[in-house]
């Protein structure tokens, strides 16, 4: 059974940072792509960031981009999402997906198993 486990969510003031993490088991971390999406309250879910395999290829929404980082470490089965220079519009609950392929991609269908998700609230 794969699990998907996001921790690192929190209160945080514009302009200040937080990483998220996922530990995922139950599948082989190293060969399937990641990728973090959002849903602010009244929006439909998003994509933020998605990992390749290997950590070689990264794309991002271009909302985030320049702000937030994804990384990956494969020893640890865990995947980051580090965001720098916080603003209100970030403010969601985060997801991270384990895609069905090893390749990086924004499409939600890409992905077969998801997270629970964890708050971010950036106060203004």
């Known amino acids: 059974q794969v699990q998907l486990v996001e921790s690192g969510g929190g209160l945080v003031q514009a302009g200040g940072s937080l990483r998220l993490s996922c530990a995922a088991s139950?599948?082989?971390?190293?060969?399937?792509?990641m990728g973090w999406f959002r849903q602010a309250p009244g929006k439909e879910r998003e994509f933020v960031a998605s990992i390749s395999w290997s950590g070689a290829g990264t794309l991002y929404a271009d909302s985030v981009k320049g702000r937030f980082t994804i990384s990956r470490d494969n020893a640890k089965n865990t995947a980051y999402l580090h965001m720098n220079t916080l603003k209100p519009e970030d403010t969601a609950v985060y997801y991270c997906a384990s895609a069905r392929g090893r390749a990086a991609t924004r499409d939600p269908l890409g992905y077969d198993y998801w997270g629970q998700g964890t708050q971010v609230t950036v106060s203004s």
């Open positions: 139950g599948r082989t971390f190293s060969s399937y792509a």
